[in-house]
């Protein structure tokens, strides 16, 4: 109370909360003891390739009771490629361990989704896509902006408003440049790593 100047009530809050996450665990004469430290984000590093980019999903999952689905089709500007004419369109959120750390609004070409709507639905994206024999990766890129939460994102990822997160839109193309899977996520920001080898 004195070291953080706050009362007395907002300290036990604070155990309260602690205790119900299981970091600590108070018994009656011997005081309050931390029992465990909190889950360490295992940060996603923006792969500079696209098998990179497959593997560093594993082991996550999509809350399938968030998704929803539609046959909307992606804005994008000229430059990032040539729309097709049918997409399938899911949006969902994905956790790792048992934290929600991402939403993210897929576009996928619909003569693609087509040849496993049930994996697409119910597995990640990218494993599925590249697991597929009619799937060739062309050219693809991402690109990062730091941006805030607003109040739906806080509230499927169960942080405050205005919380930092980071939007990255992930874009794949076929031989002919038209986009075939089209990504737009939003994360909570101590789940992103961006490494860059500089050169000289």
Known sequence: ME???????????AI???SDEGLVQAKRGLGT???????????????SSFED???IYQGDIP???????TKDSPKVTDDEGTLLEAYSHI?????????KYCVISLYIADDLFQQAPDRFRNELALEVMSSLPAFKFAR????????????????????PVG???????RIICDEDSNIIYLADITYRSEYIELKMELSQ
């Open 163 to 169: 919380e930092p997160t980071a939007e990255v839109r």
């Open 91 to 99: 949006r969902r959120v994905h956790k790792r361990g048992n934290e």
């Open 16 to 18: 309260s909360l602690l």
């Open 3 to 13: 070291e953080l100047s706050v009362s007395r009530i907002t300290i036990r809050q």
């Open 53 to 55: 980019l497959v593997n």
């Open 140 to 159: 693809g890129w991402q690109t990062l902006r730091v941006s805030k939460a607003n109040i739906e994102t806080a509230r499927l990822l169960n942080i």
């Open 33 to 47: 003891s931390v029992i465990r430290q909190p889950n360490k984000a295992r940060p996603l590093n923006l792969s």
């Open 63 to 69: 809350l399938l009771n968030n998704t929803h689905e």
